[in-house]
Each structure stands twice: as structure tokens, then as C-alpha cells.
């Protein structure tokens, strides 16, 4: 339980933190944080959770990561569901937290987009279904090579969650034009469950490509990188 209330909390924090500064702080109103402060938030709130609460449950925050970490035989397939409802829990009530915030502004009229991924006419820069699916592929997989090269025994102990962090803010870096960076099934789900209409339907592209790519990424490192 201390495990699953770590994912929870974790994840509850990389959505309230990383979905939140693009929902209040991205654009306002003319000295906003922008698409970088943005992405530093995101990796932010993955560094200091995975400091925080990394040692009780590995610092997952994110299915695809479980799902990664299992293909790199770290993690048990047996727990692979119970990590996933925890971080979906959390991942959701954190979207319920910014729904309440956002929803008591003086001005407040929709939640509009409300940070959620998309692809097409919902890409913030207007890119199509196969452009996000091959940015969320590979920025997913290397995201999972980073986590597991960073967490091997053979690397120096004590800065993966600075580089897992670091790496986390240069994936938002390159994509939030593209999908808005999902690379986070918990996280898309749970922007998408409030902003509803076409951002449900597309939502399995951002379970899909991020499991896809964390998985090929968990075999690669197993394979080439875990041993010496």
C-alpha cells in the first residue's frame, strides 16, 4: 500500500504541477511562462516526487513507465495493475483539484482545452494523427531509456531523478507544439476526462504510442544496455 500511495501522490503532483502551470501560469497575460517554463514544470515535478517518494515505489508516476520498466525486467508484471489505477487515481483528482481552482475565476466561462493532448485540429501547432503518433513513440522511448540507463547499478548513484527530470523537460520542449506532450497515458486521461468532446476520442493514440514506445525501449535496454 505504501507503494500504490506513492505512485499516487506522485502522479497527483506531475498533473497538478506540470498541467497547471500550462492552465494558470502559461500565458498570463502578457508575462506568462511559456511553452519552456512549461516544460521546466513538468520536469519539475517528476524530479522532486522521484527525490520525495522514488525510494518507496521506484518513482513510476506514469503506466507506460510501469510498462517500460516491466519489458526491462525491473518491475513485476503482477503489479502492473495496481500501479496503473493509482496513478490514474491521482492523475484524476489532481484534474478535479485545477477543475475547482480554474472553474472560481472571476471571468471563468469554459474549461476550453484544459491542457489535454490532441492530434489534428486539437495539435497545438496543428499536426496530424501520424505526426503525434511517431513523436509520442519515440519521445516515450527514449524518456524509458533515460530511466533505465539513470537507475542502472553501473551509473552514479544518487542523480537519476535530476536526469529523469531534465530528460522529462526536453521531451516538453520538442512536443508540446505537436501533442501538448502527453508521453503520459495517466496524464492524457485525466485532462481528457474533463475537457471531453474529441479530446476522449483521441485519447487512445496518447495510451497507445507512449505504452508502444516505453515497451520496444524497456526490450532495447535489456537487451543491449543492461549488462556488460
Request: hydrophobic fraction near 55%.
Amino acid at each position: 500500500m505504501k507503494k500504490l500511495f506513492a505512485e499516487f501522490f506522485g502522479t497527483f503532483w506531475l498533473v497538478f504541477g506540470g498541467c497547471g502551470s500550462a492552465i494558470f501560469a502559461a500565458g498570463f497575460p502578457d508575462l506568462g511562462i511559456g511553452f519552456a517554463g512549461v516544460a521546466l514544470a513538468f520536469g519539475l515535478t517528476v524530479l522532486t516526487m522521484a527525490f520525495a517518494v522514488g525510494h518507496i515505489s521506484g518513482g513510476h508516476f506514469n503506466p507506460a513507465v510501469s510498462f517500460g520498466l516491466w519489458a526491462g525486467g525491473k518491475f513485476k508484471a503482477k503489479d502492473l495493475v495496481g500501479y496503473i489505477l493509482a496513478q490514474l487515481s491521482g492523475a484524476i483528482l489532481a484534474a478535479g483539484a485545477l477543475y475547482l481552482i480554474v472553474s472560481g475565476k472571476s471571468d471563468f466561462v469554459d474549461i476550453s482545452g484544459f491542457a489535454a493532448n490532441g492530434y489534428d485540429t486539437l495539435s497545438p501547432g496543428g499536426y496530424s494523427m501520424g505526426s503525434a503518433l511517431v513523436a509520442e513513440f519515440l519521445l516515450t522511448a527514449f524518456f524509458l531509456l533515460i530511466i533505465l540507463g539513470s537507475t542502472n547499478e553501473r551509473a552514479p548513484k544518487g542523480f537519476a531523478p535530476i536526469a529523469i527530470g531534465l530528460g522529462l523537460t526536453l521531451i516538453h520542449l520538442i512536443s508540446i507544439p505537436i501533442t501538448n506532450t502527453s508521453v503520459n497515458p495517466a496524464r492524457s486521461t485525466s485532462q481528457a476526462l474533463f475537457a471531453g468532446g474529441e479530446f476522449i476520442t483521441q485519447l487512445w493514440l496518447f495510451w497507445l504510442a507512449p505504452i508502444a514506445g516505453a515497451i520496444v525501449a524497456g526490450f532495447i535496454h535489456k537487451a543491449l544496455f543492461d549488462k556488460e
